[in-house]
């Protein structure tokens, strides 16, 4: 059944004048697809851009990653469905995506960034106008002015990097939604999408043969780009990039104006008290090196000649004060020794007459 299939929209394929490469939508081989690699989400490039999964495809007798990424519905209220592996009778078919106005069924495979198995999360049409959700794709509010915010979409799983549906991998069966959904008019993958497929099929790297499930390139901001995001934790609720420009329009507190007015004042105060000394210091730095060199040792004579008065003066006083203590001691014997005279020149005159007396 999957061979006839396949040989009916190979013929199809060619009918409508597409490439090999994408004829590739309806191989079926014995071959299981390799797990999906992990990797950031690169910016949304703008308003109106719609996130589409990058995914194993097969060419040439291999598999090759399709980066993931963002591009432009063809018409307003269509979402992509994206495409999966199918194991059934023995091989691995694949299923290719569609745009349609509902999600389909695409194998219960967890591409992450709101498809995570099931429906789809990412954004929503109101009035013509595709919004992102910014809790689940990453989006920078600048730029991409459509938006909302919706965190009870995201669960805390483990994430399943199985790429394919059936025996040995994703146990899923459509809904009756995802039925419906299918049966509804689609249109398929965009030319832009189409260029993007056989860019990838073309580069060596992305081959599994090469580069065994870790390709160079996991995703792309726009078809053509060459951005390379490699190894990294899927998507973030809200990026940092959200906030700086809040922070940068915010207006200061009171607290904060006064602490920039005092800052002001200080350095004002700071550059006053440097002048007085530039100025002095400045035309000494540009005299003449002779000059300077007498004005240094002038300057040394008198240091010289201040210290050698200085040294006088201290030592005057000391021979001043020493010529008065040595007259007053002298004073001072003289008072002590007139008395003591006195009194031996009595007691002498004293005996001379007791002398006489007897005498007498």
């Known amino acids: 059944m999957l061979k006839f299939i396949r040989v009916r929209f190979i013929l199809l394929a060619l009918l409508l ?17 390799p797990a999906l690699p992990v990797f950031d989400q690169p910016l949304c490039p703008g308003d109106g851009y719609i996130w589409v999964p990058g995914y194993w495809a097969y060419a040439q007798n291999d598999y090759y990653w399709v980066p993931g990424v963002w591009v432009s519905a063809p018409q307003p209220g269509y979402l992509w469905t994206p495409g999966y592996w199918g194991f059934e009778g023995g091989h691995y078919g694949w299923h290719a995506g569609y745009w349609g106005l509902h999600i389909g069924f695409y194998g219960g495979v ?37 938006t909302y915010v919706d965190r009870t979409v995201v669960r805390n799983v483990t994430v399943n990097r199985v790429s394919f549906n059936g025996v040995g991998g994703i146990q899923a069966r459509p809904t009756a939604a995802e039925q419906a959904a299918a049966r509804e008019q689609h249109i398929e993958a965009t030319q ?17 043969s090469v580069n065994k499930g870790n390709p160079t390139r996991t995703a ?18 809200e990026q940092k990039e959200t906030n700086k420009p809040e922070e940068a329009n915010r ?26 000394a ?13 000059k300077r060199g007498e004005e240094t040792d002038k300057e040394k004579e008198r240091t010289t000649t201040k210290e050698e008065v200085k040294s006088k003066e ?14 007053t001691q002298k004073g001072h014997q003289e ?17 001379e007459k007791k002398e006489k007396d007897k005498q007498q």
């Open 314 to 327: 201290s030592a005057t006083p000391e021979k001043r004060e020493e010529k008065p203590k040595a007259e």
């Open 220 to 237: 792309a901001t726009k078809v053509g780009a060459t951005e390379e995001v490699n190894h990294a934790a899927t998507p973030v609720p």
């Open 335 to 351: 008072a002590k020794l007139k008395p003591t005279e006195e009194k031996a020149k009595g007691e002498k005159e004293k005996d």
């Open 192 to 208: 832009e999408q189409r260029t993007h497929e056989e860019t990838a099929v073309q580069d060596k790297n992305q081959s599994f």
């Open 17 to 33: 004048g597409m490439t090999p490469a994408l004829s590739s939508a309806q191989i079926s081989i014995t071959i299981a697809p």
């Open 278 to 290: 530039t100025k002095e210091e400045t035309p000494k730095a540009n005299q003449p090196a002779a």
């Open 110 to 146: 967890n591409y992450g960034f709101g498809y995570f198995g099931s429906g789809f999360v990412g954004g929503r049409w109101e009035g013509g106008r595709f919004l992102c959700n910014t809790a689940v794709w990453h989006v920078n509010t600048t730029v991409v002015h459509n």
């Open 251 to 276: 207006a200061p507190t009171p607290a904060e104006e006064q602490k920039e007015t005092n800052k002001t004042e200080t350095n004002k105060e700071e550059t006053t008290n440097k002048e007085p």
